[in-house]
């Protein structure tokens, strides 16, 4: 299709190109076609709408005469922070927080009243009604706010690290630590994680004050915090810092094993210690999920690690490497997270300008890559609400729902082979649906 096209047609390749990318991310075939209009519309008229229409849709339908299947990813847009009076200069990390699917906390100034400081907190699904006024606290001195994931609880700091119970509008706890705060995650709904200078600490809620857990290495003295994880059996802890060296990004990520007490420093961006049985293990056990993309390589790394101690009656312990081919103009991209599709057994790794892999975490095998949004995503949280799913928030502030679709996995899949365990796992997915949808009450 596009090899026919004139010479003088460039600006036409590239909208024919970006409408079939939009186009193959839709769902259903009436929703393709609607869509192609759009972004066809959107960008030309007159004469050469119809012809750059018609080219586009012919290229669909070869596309699916080959059997080429659909993006397995499903992109959807929840709300946009700006209509719930939030201004764009203030939709950056750390001033938006996504600690779970319903708690979304923004620390801002209102419109055209920058002397005073607020926090807002959102329930990232809810688009704003007429007449609603969002939960939010007028604050001083704050430089940093945490919702807790599922209790009224809000984590602020300043001088001071604060604990606060929004609904008995209560102080519960506060503490003075002795070096500055550099990082801060709610790991449950009782547990505080608070990185400092030189320490790790965890602060359980019904405790006055917090606990040492370790040390930070010294090879990450200076480098931005920008993520800790703790294992579901509270033996695995990972620490993630960034620095900018010779103008890339270059990550650490300090693995601390609980059990021994011990340290080791890996390359890595972006990781997660989940819970996964492996498919020749009768027991499940910690993986350790690490991304790195080093200097301007256009191949990134995944890796796949089962860490131990090894339990009885499970297989030796599994250790695999993949590929992530990096494929955007951005030299400087880089993985910014990994998460975990529990029941698909699949890990989803963005990149910092909205590249997603998904990778077979029994093979570390990328399964398949496709971009997003031309926008910045820079909070993401597995989505407790819809099955397979993630939410997003966008420097722009869209909140994204990005999800995998199992039926639609298992068609990509039947063109593009993986592992025998991700393919079984994802045809029992899609068997469990169909009868969910297919059953018959019996009265």
Partial sequence: ??????????????????????IL?????????????????????????????????AG??????????????????LSQLQAHGIVAEYITYPRVTLTSS?????????????????????DPHMSPKEGDVPASWTIHQVQGALANPSRPLLAVRGQLAQIYDVDQRSLKNEWEFAHLIEYWVWLDADTLAVVTEENVFHWTVKRTRPRW???????????????????????????????????QVV???????????????????????????????????????????????????????????????????????????FKGPWLGDFPSTVQFLV????????????????????????IHCIQLTCDIIFATVIDDDRPHSLLGVCRSGKVLSISVCPCALRQYLSHHP?????????????????????????E
């Fill in 102 to 122: 319903s708690r979304l906390c923004v620390r801002h100034s209102p419109l055209g009243d920058t002397s005073r400081h607020t926090l807002t907190l959102l």
């Fill in 60 to 77: 669909l339908e070869e596309q699916a005469i080959m059997g080429e299947p659909m993006s397995p990813v499903r992109l959807e847009v």
């Fill in 213 to 247: 857990k370790f040390s930070r290495h010294e090879r990450l003295c200076g480098m931005e915090i920008v993520g800790y994880h703790r294992d579901a059996n509270h033996v695995w802890m990972a620490l993630s810092a960034l620095k900018l060296e010779q103008g």
């Fill in 251 to 325: 990550g650490l990520t300090q693995l601390y094993w609980r059990g021994g007490s011990l340290s080791q420093v890996i390359e890595a961006q972006a990781v997660a210690l989940p819970q996964h049985r492996f498919s020749r293990n009768p027991k499940p056990s910690t993986a350790l999920l690490a991304a790195v993309r080093r200097g301007k390589e256009r191949m990134g790394q995944f890796h796949a690690v089962e860490l131990g101690p090894h339990q009885a009656g499970n297989a030796a312990l599994l250790s695999a490497r993949g590929t992530l081919p």
């Fill in 343 to 366: 029941h698909l057994g699949v890990a989803v790794i963005l990149t910092k300008h909205a590249f997603l892999f998904l990778a077979d975490v029994e093979t570390a095998q990328t």
């Fill in 1 to 22: 299709m596009l090899c026919k096209m004139q010479k003088g047609s460039s600006l036409l390749i590239v909208l024919i190109g970006l409408s079939l990318n939009a």
């Fill in 418 to 442: 993986a592992s025998l365990s991700l393919s079984q796992r994802v045809l029992k997915l899609v068997g469990e649906t169909s009868s969910q949808r297919t059953s018959i009450p019996v």
């Fill in 25 to 57: 991310n839709a769902p259903e075939k009436g929703e393709q076609k609607e869509l192609g209009r759009k972004c066809v519309s959107a960008c030309i008229g007159g004469k050469h709408q119809q012809l750059l229409w018609m080219q586009l849709w």
